[in-house]
T-cell receptor, first 113, second 110 residues
Framework: DVKVTQSSRYLVKRTGEKVFLECVQD?????MFWYRQDPGLGLRLIYF???????EKGDIPEGYSVSREKKERFSLILESASTNQTSMYLC????????????FGSGTRLTVV | DAKTTQPPSMDCAEGRAANLPCNHS???????VYWYRQIHSQGPQYIIH???NNETNEMASLIITEDRKSSTLILPHATLRDTAVYYC???????????FGGGTRVLVKP
């Protein structure tokens, strides 16, 4: 069964900490995405990558960075975590052409205290 | 990508068909209609997609009107595990921004 795996389901971090969220896909997809989901705000795109070492800003990149050193792995980094980054973080991947849609991970619920 | 409109919620009896409508009157000719669902505290799950023709897979059927301005997702025999928020999305083949609207919160009752 193809899948996108996020390293943690629940995470609690302190304000100011550097936080790494890891995502791995086994479908050989070129494109990978990081979204955050908040009640009433829907899904918002943070960053995406269409190839190894390539990255593009989404709608809300401030306070985040990403890394894609290998095709299967896309990491989201919170440089200095703040309480307004408490959210559900979703990683997704898809093939270059959107034929069968996106495959999402199970999500990481991050709480910054 | 097209703006979509869905009813905020609906109930369905277990074992019955659930028909979920979606309006996408601004959809462009090269945009597919995708359906996803999100069970509480999980990531969204792909259900089905279509361009012009009706589609069926092991999970659901998708009926798209001839003018493509609306579609209906049909869950043929709803189970309690189908309780979720269902999202209808218009998406281009090379689109990078997946935008989920409010979706329809479906509650399947015994």
């Amino acid at each position: 069964d193809v899948k996108v795996t996020q390293s943690s389901r629940y995470l609690v971090k302190r304000t100011g900490e550097k936080v790494f969220l890891e995502c791995v896909q086994d479908m050989d997809h070129e494109n990978m995405f990081w979204y955050r989901q908040d009640p009433g705000l829907g899904l918002r795109l943070i960053y995406f990558s269409y190839d190894v070492k390539m990255k593009e800003k989404g709608d809300i990149p401030e306070g985040y960075s990403v890394s894609r050193e290998k095709k299967e792995r896309f990491s989201l980094i919170l440089e200095s975590a703040s309480t307004n980054q408490t959210s559900m973080y979703l990683c997704a991947s898809r093939a270059r052409v959107v034929v069968y849609g996106y495959t999402f991970g199970s999500g990481t619920r991050l709480t910054v205290v | 990508d097209a703006k979509t409109t869905q009813p905020p919620s609906m109930d369905c009896a277990e074992g019955r068909a659930a028909n979920l409508p979606c309006n996408h009157s601004t959809i462009s000719g090269n945009e597919y209609v995708y359906w996803y669902r999100q069970i509480h505290s999980q990531g969204p799950q792909y259900i089905i997609h279509g361009l012009k023709n009706n589609e069926t897979n092991e999970m659901a059927s998708l009926i798209i009107t001839e003018d493509r301005k609306s579609s209906t997702l049909i869950l043929p025999h709803a189970t309690l595990r189908d309780t979720a928020v269902y999202y209808c999305i218009g998406l281009k083949a090379a689109g990078n921004k997946l935008t989920f609207g409010g979706g329809t919160r479906v509650l399947v009752k015994p």
